[in-house]
């Protein structure tokens, strides 16, 4: 049986600014603040901020158009929004799997994204307690690898980013996550401006600029352009369905077009705007970029703890870091949430409570990967947390991705892509139409395809 189209009490964003904001809010995160600095550092600086824009432009713009306008069409949860879609198109109800895949997604992307975020809040609040301030190196070292040790701080810190989570998604959408977004974004939008107006006295400033747009060809290699590409999913969050929930609380009047562009400038300018500040307060240290995910946690304090008003810079920081992880994770429960709730009739309340324990509880085997199963290697290579991360961002994330992009390109009616799009001009209709049919989905197979070779290729 199909459900009906219409749920009696579904609540609407308030304005197509609140849905650009909580969008904005899903899509800056710690992709912006802790990971997309250290790729960039490790990855060649300019020569990956280019390919960057490339593949945001060309394969991730298409696909977020996509998810918005699958969700605004099906006005459902994802996975009855999909399958309302199928109907209306007479495609085969299996569609719908893609919500389910999401749905996956969605649970093991927030069950690590919690534990890092709880670093985040365990070093919020060791710098303003200045716990961090003065110590050598080598000390704020041991700092980092003592809090990894220990399972204890590291659970807590992620017991509490799930409670902040679910007590946003349980409030709903107005109440909950429009109104977090409407403080959490312009919170983070200021803090982002002090740090920067802080890099640009430190007198490296400028080294930090040609760093990021020190283009060097010979750098572009296939791993750059692999990272490149995994990284535009995460960063605007799409192949998982955040974006396409989001998108069914919007009304008609809104252009997605509009709502889309705005999302992917924002995002682009929390991460620039992250790099162009933490780089030069790292060069004025004499500390190098180029040192992988330990950059924001065992690097970046070491400049904290030497400088002046170092404990607050270094608060501020963090406190940009939980912003920007809170309002992110928000949208990797939302669905789930939405899905039980409309699905399934459970209550918002219970359902929240349900996802938290969920994310929480996997969340554990991301903690003990870094102390007491720390030997523990899927294939003998990869700890918990690696597995987990990797598997969801690099493998799972781009079939999600392959996947809507095949099913807004090929199956949808070309009229019901066109109508929700609405775009003024029928050439921009058909650039996205080209992009989504084809190179957003070769695109993703070479991102996919590439480990694999890798793989076979090492094997042999
Ligand atoms: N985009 C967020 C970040 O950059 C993470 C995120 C939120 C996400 N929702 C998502 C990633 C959905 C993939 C899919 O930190």
Not at 82 to 104: D, M, V
Not at 275 to 283: E, G, N, Q, R
Request: one cysteine or more; a positive charge.
């Amino acid at each position: 049986m199909l459900p009906s189209f219409s749920s009696p009490v579904r609540s609407k964003w308030s304005s197509q600014f609140a849905f650009i904001l909580v969008s904005a809010g899903a899509a800056i995160g710690l992709g912006n603040i802790w990971k997309f600095p250290y790729i960039l550092g490790s990855r060649g600086g300019g020569t990956f901020l280019v390919l960057h824009l490339v593949f945001i432009t060309l394969i991730a713009l298409p696909v977020l158009l996509a998810e918005l306008l699958m969700g605004r069409r099906g006005h459902q949860n994802i996975v009855t929004s999909i399958q309302l879609l199928s109907s209306e198109t007479n495609a085969s109800p299996r569609w719908q799997g893609i919500g389910w895949l999401c749905s996956i997604t969605l649970i093991l992307i927030l069950s690590f994204y919690s534990v890092v975020a709880g670093w985040a809040l365990a070093y919020l609040t060791y710098s303003w307690h200045g716990d961090l301030t003065g110590l050598s190196p080598l000390a704020i070292e041991n700092v980092w690898q003592g809090f990894l040790a220990n399972p204890v701080a590291m659970l807590f810190w992620h017991s509490i980013f799930i409670l902040m989570v679910m007590g946003v998604v349980a409030k709903g959408i107005h109440q909950g996550i429009e109104k977090a977004s409407k403080i959490l974004i312009p919170v983070l939008f200021m803090i982002l401006i002090m740090l920067l107006g802080y890099a640009t006295g430190t007198g490296h400033f400028l080294e930090g600029i040609q760093y990021l747009f020190d283009i060097q060809l010979e750098k572009i290699t296939p791993q750059t352009i692999v990272a490149a590409m995994g990284h535009a999913f995460f960063t605007l969050s799409i192949g998982a369905g955040s974006l396409l929930v989001y998108s069914s609380y919007s009304s008609k009047s809104f252009s997605l077009g509009e709502v889309a562009v705005s999302v992917v400038l924002m995002d682009f300018l929390a991460s620039t705007l992250t790099a162009v500040s933490i780089f030069p307060i790292l060069f004025s240290h004499g500390l190098k970029p180029e040192t992988g995910p330990g950059l924001t946690f065992e690097i970046l304090p070491i400049a904290f703890s030497t400088m002046e008003g170092g404990a607050f810079l270094g608060g501020l920081f963090f406190l940009l870091s939980v912003c920007a992880a809170w309002t992110s994770a928000i949208s990797l429960a939302e669905p789930l949430v939405a899905l039980l709730s409309e699905r399934y009739k459970v209550k918002r309340i219970k359902a929240t409570l349900f996802i938290g324990f969920l994310a929480w509880l996997l969340g554990i085997l991301s903690i003990l990967s870094f102390n007491l199963w720390k030997s523990f290697k899927i294939f003998g290579k990869w700890t918990l947390f690696v597995s987990i991360s990797d598997f969801s961002s690099n493998i799972l994330l781009p079939i999600g991705g392959l996947l809507i992009a095949i099913f807004t390109g090929w199956i949808l009616h070309r009229r019901i892509t066109r109508e929700e799009l609405a775009f003024q001009n029928e050439s921009t209709y058909k650039a996205w139409r080209f992009l989504i049919r084809w190179v957003s989905p070769l695109g993703i197979l070479i991102i996919l395809l590439y480990p694999v070779y890798l793989f076979i290729r090492g094997y042999f």
